[in-house]
């Protein structure tokens, strides 16, 4: 069985930093990095993104 508290998926500021550069040439201050950290369950749902990966695993053996 899996550890229960096994972290599935997480994102870091590198990560988040990362998506900046690329969306807009730039590195995010401390001010828009927190702020970005702070909307970002705001958008990606939990729920709604484990029950779409468990959808996908329909027509899985």
Do not use: H, W
């Not at 096994?6 to 201050?29: C, F, G, P, W």
Request: proline residues 3%.
């Amino acid at each position: 069985m899996m550890d229960p508290e096994k972290i599935m998926y997480s994102i870091n500021s590198e990560d988040i930093q990362n998506v900046a550069r690329q969306a807009t040439d730039r590195t995010l201050t401390e001010e828009e990095l927190k702020f970005v950290a702070e909307k970002l369950g705001d958008y990606v749902g939990r729920c709604e993104a484990i029950v779409q990966a468990i959808g996908e695993l329909k027509g899985t053996p």
